[in-house]
């Protein structure tokens, strides 16, 4: 007979063992998931939006806002009179209350004899050179009831006037919201740019200046991916959009959206917070406009809704 042949006996292979998953579970395009809504999220969101009309209504809220004036080189003159350079409509303030030189980068301001200035709180007694706001916070200059400061637009150098007695501010209509939802509570995975890109930035004045963009934001909305690009904001991120609601449910320019630092690489997006800017309530602002990237085509139905008592001139309100 024929040897046998032995048979062998086949390892059984281990299988091996499934991981943990690290990392937020991701949607079909990608886009990592929303996290848990948190306790009392809907409670948190209406607190925040009550705190945002609160800072609208302060006295020297956007909402006192009565004046932005372009100031030329050389001698500007200041006061009540209505061929002023900067005109102060208000009790106290003579025809004449001061000069505003400006030499360059250097904005110098000169009290007239006898006008009763203050200079962030304190009497001016004498010639100062003035802060202006891409230097932090900008000096305050005190005339009656009226402030005003200055600020820089590329190479031009303007001055803010606020009233708390404005018109926009004593007849301020309230805000209107979309209703709060979980599902606009997204997660973005953030890819860094190395190094951070430089994109020209428009605004409603027409001005154009340079930012840097750390990097690029990408989630998913009702399963369409979208990727947008924040300026960084301090530790976190500051979000200029519009999208396809814009000049119909909300304000026609854009929309901001502030968001925390990224944390292993995912950024949460909130826009039940998203929000008006401040020339969805004035003329007199500057605000900037959305970059290519962030014209969103979909619906971001959440967030703040158009203002209804939108001042004629205000750019981008209808």
């Known amino acids: ?49 009550a705190a945002r009309a609160a800072r609208l209504q302060r006295e020297d809220g956007w909402l006192a806002l009565v004046g932005l004036h372009w100031l030329k080189p050389g001698d500007n003159a200041v006061g009540s009179a209505p061929d002023a350079a900067v005109p102060l409509a208000a009790p106290g303030v003579p025809a004449r209350a001061g000069t505003l030189r400006v030499d360059g980068a250097k904005v110098l301001l000169t009290p007239a004899p006898g006008a009763r200035l203050t200079l962030n709180g304190q009497p001016l007694g004498g010639p100062a050179a003035l802060q202006d706001d891409l230097a932090g916070k900008p000096d305050l200059v005190g005339a009656g009831r009226l402030t005003f400061h200055v600020i820089r637009r590329g190479e031009r150098a303007g001055v803010r006037v606020k009233d708390p007695e404005s018109a926009t501010r004593r007849g ?34 027409g001005d154009v200046s340079k930012e840097k963009i750390p990097g690029a934001l ?65 003329p007199f602002a500057t605000c900037p406009l959305p970059v290519r990237e962030n014209r969103l085509k979909v619906r971001i139905e959440a967030g703040e809704k158009k203002y209804k008592g939108a001042v004629a001139g205000a750019a981008g309100g209808h």
């Open 1 to 49: 007979m024929p040897p046998r042949r032995r048979r062998r006996r086949r390892r059984r292979r281990s299988r091996p063992r499934r991981r943990l998953r690290t990392t937020p579970p991701r949607s079909s395009s990608g886009a990592p998931r929303a996290p848990p809504t948190p306790p009392d999220y809907a409670a948190s969101v209406e607190q925040w939006r």
């Open 172 to 205: 301020f209509k309230g805000l209107d919201w979309f209703p709060v939802t979980p599902a606009a509570r997204v997660v973005a995975r953030f890819t860094p740019f190395d190094p951070p890109r430089e994109v020209e930035v428009g605004s409603v004045t």
């Open 218 to 282: 990408t989630f998913s909305w009702n399963g369409r991916e979208q990727t947008v690009l924040p300026f960084a904001d301090g530790d976190g991120f500051f979000l200029v959009f519009s999208d396809a609601t814009s000049g119909i449910e909300t304000y026609g320019a854009a929309r901001f959206l502030a968001a925390a630092a990224p944390r292993d690489g995912q950024v949460v997006l909130d826009f039940n917070q998203a929000y008006n800017p401040p020339c969805a309530f004035t």
